[in-house]
Nanobody, 125 residues
């Protein structure tokens, strides 16, 4: 099973940027898809972005489309989430995930088998 280690969270003002990283250890991502989810206090975990790298499918939640970008460095076995034009409503704990998902299931958290520990993102107005 792949272990995921996240980094890059922090506090920024509205309009600022952050880049989250998710490094694989134990084994490579291989052909697995990777996704980012977030959970704000008192709310359910929600989908943010995902990709099935082997098949070129990328998806974003409507709330982040045009502001966030998911990418991957295969040589480093690391997935990134570049977050620009951050808003206070983006405040949440962000989790990366990996698993044998496809273009239909990459939006669904239950289909991911490995999860990172979560990293806090706080956006102030």
């Amino acid at each position: 099973q792949v272990q995921l280690v996240e980094s890059g969270g922090g506090s920024v003002q509205a309009g600022g940027s952050l880049r989250l990283s998710c490094a694989a250890s134990g084994r490579s991502f291989g052909a697995w898809g990777t996704g980012w989810f977030r959970q704000a206090p008192g709310q359910e975990r929600e989908f943010v972005a995902a990709s099935t790298w082997s098949f070129g499918n990328i998806g974003y939640a409507e709330s982040v489309k045009g502001r966030f970008t998911i990418s991957r460095d295969g040589a480093k076995d690391t997935v990134y989430l570049q977050m620009n034009s951050l808003k206070p409503e983006d405040t949440a704990v962000y989790y990366c995930a990996a698993g044998p998902v496809n273009r239909a299931t990459m939006f669904v958290s239950d289909d991911y088998t490995s999860w990172g520990q979560g990293t806090q993102v706080t956006v102030s107005s």
